[in-house]
């Protein structure tokens, strides 16, 4: 969440922080895109770190060193000031995208991962709710005050307010251990089975020498930064680190998941930069039944050219507009219950029939576009649409019990960077395609749904675990999985 509330944030500010910075077009874009390059760019070192460092760790300097960025971008004096600070803030906050995953998966038995990891996905769109919230609220405020010499206006108050989300992401991190599963792949048994007693004791209610496990067998394969001891070290330790992913039996799944969450994200990031325009060019017709791609093409023959310069009062005018932020609030929640319906049927449906099934009802809103003309139902079907990009906490869910635990926060991070670089291509190219050709974009984006959801069918899932109900098992589950290194599961040791 605090991922997200941070890279958004940015784009709810462009108007209101023109009077102050004066950016010209082409350094807005640059804006635009500063934080989603730095979590590109630093993806790869934040999943290295969470595997030699420890995810907990990793994740703690991460989010304060972000915090730390986004609230001196608020007092940013130039363009480019706030330019480089909210690349920053993106280059180490990227470390909250992928670890998070590790971490609950890692805390959580085959039980109930899959459940948990999901709802963790769901805290993304619970951001499409707080960050417009917080600008409905901040933006309005007519603020005077001068601090160190500048305006400091409703726009850097936001930005500070923003910051909120990852400094009580730090408060719960600080009561977390590193997971036990973690500890095994680094050779620390006997700190592993002591979190496994904690939980269990907070579990149960029951002291922790009452935990039935006595000693856990070992992982093997994990990397530490105590092996470095120079930069050959260093470049040896990443490429050990990277190579397993490409393994021959990791190679095609893979390429297959990075795949599938680059052109997920490419379609639903490029459709939702767009989503409020749209909603306001319909909402011009009065309600009056019309074909979306109709009123697309007359939108772009009347709009100005992208050269044309905009009048200097026009854009410092200090009135907010605030329904689009209502409309990314409307979004925001609706995307948040789909991925409560997600939780609660996918250890029925299983992961890959729930992603294979949504994508069924994308293709069939995608042809519905080009022949509704009712404007509920033309805003639901594109809804839906969007709302794709839900799927990619479907693959995120796959990718994260695919991968085993010594290169697991490196998958997640290489799999989400390939998510937010598809991102930026959806948000640049297909909303300029969109106006100019839109019955062939969206025919085109049949065709590629179409194509997902056969690369879908061969994503890798794990067969679903059945669930004991007996009150020993119970006390056990949730330091079962997590910590067993062997085939042989700690549930096993505990029922003898």
């Known amino acids: 969440m605090g991922v997200m509330v941070e890279i958004m944030g940015v784009s709810l500010i462009m108007n209101q922080m023109k009077c102050d910075l004066q950016p010209t077009l082409e350094q807005q874009g640059i804006l635009a895109s500063a934080g989603f390059l730095g979590v590109v760019l630093s993806s790869h070192a934040m999943g290295f770190l969470a595997d030699t460092w420890g995810r907990v760790t990793t994740l703690r300097y991460a989010l304060l060193l972000a915090a730390v960025c986004s609230i001196i971008s608020g007092f940013s004096v130039t363009i480019w000031m706030l330019i480089v600070f909210r690349f920053l803030t993106g280059f180490f906050i990227s470390g909250g995208q992928a670890c998070v995953f590790s971490l609950c998966g890692e805390f959580h038995g085959n039980g109930s991962r899959v459940r948990h990891v999901t709802l963790l996905s769901g805290f993304l769109c619970l951001s499409m709710i707080f960050a417009p919230a917080m600008a409905i609220g901040i933006l309005p405020l007519r603020i005077e005050t001068v601090v160190l010499g500048m305006r400091f206006s409703s726009w850097r108050v936001l930005l500070i307010a923003n910051v909120s989300i990852s400094l009580l992401a730090l408060v719960g991190l600080s009561t977390l251990p590193e997971t036990p599963k973690y500890m095994l792949v680094q050779g620390q048994g006997e700190a592993a089975l002591e979190t496994l007693r904690t939980i269990f004791s907070q579990n149960m209610r029951k002291p922790p020498s009452e935990y039935p496990v006595r000693a856990i067998s070992l992982e093997s394969g994990g ?50 930069m767009w989503f409020p325009t749209i909603l306001d060019e319909l909402g011009a017709r009065g309600g009056d039944p019309t074909l979306l791609c109709r009123v697309l093409s007359e939108f772009d023959a009347q709009r100005p050219d992208n050269g044309t310069a905009v009048d200097t009062a026009q854009a410092c005018a200090v009135d907010v507009d605030t329904n689009t932020y209502q409309v990314m609030i409307i979004i925001g929640a609706s995307f948040t219950g789909i991925y409560l319906v997600f939780a609660y049927i996918i ?96 025919w085109s984006l049949l065709g590629l749904v179409v194509f997902l959801c056969s690369l879908g069918y061969f994503l890798p899932e794990k067969p679903r675990a059945k669930r004991v109900a007996t009150g020993t098992t119970t006390g056990t589950t949730t330091g079962t999985p997590s910590a067993t290194a062997t085939a042989t599961p700690i549930l096993a040791i505990s029922s003898k």
């Open 223 to 272: 990397a530490s930064l105590s092996d470095v001891h120079g930069f050959c070290d260093a470049v040896r330790l990443v490429w050990r680190q990277t190579v397993p992913l490409f393994y021959r039996s990791r190679l095609v799944h893979t390429l297959n998941i990075c795949t599938i969450q680059f052109l997920i994200y490419s379609m639903a990031q490029g459709i939702f």
């Open 347 to 442: 250890d029925y449906t299983g992961k890959r029939n729930l992603l294979m099934g949504w994508m069924a009802l994308t293709m069939i809103c995608l042809v519905g576009l080009h022949f509704v003309e009712q404007f509920a139902l033309v805003v639901i079907a594109l809804t839906v649409v969007m709302a794709i990009g839900n799927c990619g906490g479907l693959v995120s869910t796959i990718a994260m019990e695919f991968y085993p635990t010594h290169i697991n926060a490196m998958g997640m991070c290489f799999i989400m960077m390939m998510g937010r670089l598809g991102a930026v291509v959806g948000s640049n190219l297909l909303g300029r395609l969109l106006f100019t050709s839109c019955d062939t974009v969206f």
